[in-house]
């Protein structure tokens, strides 16, 4: 085996970091020195054997806790993933709201729009006068339109009369002249 694959079995065995690769060798060390001995009280061995015993009851805790901590991680992880779906929704519900507000303002902003228009137009309105009023005022100037028509045809009657009488007048004095001049010249 060359060191990158002993690394990376170390690294797979040890899982976590948590050591337990280091106490597994120790462990193996201890129980190939205590089957290769042989001790010469059996107080000796009761000691190796109890020292064996504390190492794997060590082992032990810490695989436990180490399963207890992952445990608690994936608990933790569960939390947070319904955290996590939980604000999404809260994301989504507050851009539907933003969304729905984006047009409610669009809308106050166009009803605002056409309602100044409206009151532009209302107040020209007022300012005109009554619609009888100006067709009473229409009336009365299609009758003195009439009036000054018909006073006009008189005028140019009376005009046209009173030419005629200027023409006979003056016709009548040119001849009254040419008489005069003929009774003087004879």
């Known amino acids: 085996m060359d060191d990158e694959q002993i690394i990376k079995r170390k690294l797979m065995f040890d899982g976590e970091g948590t050591g337990d690769d280091r106490r597994i060798t120790l462990i193996q060390k201890m129980i190939v020195k205590w089957i290769g001995t042989e001790y010469q009280s059996q107080k000796e061995n009761e000691v190796i054997y109890n020292n064996i015993l504390s190492q794997l009851s060590l082992l032990e805790h810490s695989r436990q806790k180490s399963e ?21 929704k809260d994301i989504t519900s507050i851009n539907k709201a933003i969304n729905t507000s984006k047009f409610i303002l669009t809308k106050v902003k166009y009803e605002k729009h056409q309602k100044v228009t409206y009151n532009m137009i209302a107040k020209d309105i007022v300012a005109q006068s009554p619609r009888k009023e100006n067709i009473k005022c229409v009336e009365q100037l299609q009758l003195n339109i009439n009036h000054l028509k018909e006073a006009r045809k008189n005028l140019e009657h009376v005009f046209n009369l009173w030419r005629k009488h200027f023409v006979v007048l003056l016709t009548s004095a040119h001849q009254m002249r040419f008489m005069l001049d003929d009774e003087k010249t004879k």
């Open 68 to 88: 207890l901590i992952k445990s608690n991680n994936e608990k933790q992880l569960a939390i947070y993933r319904q955290y996590q779906n939980e604000i999404t």
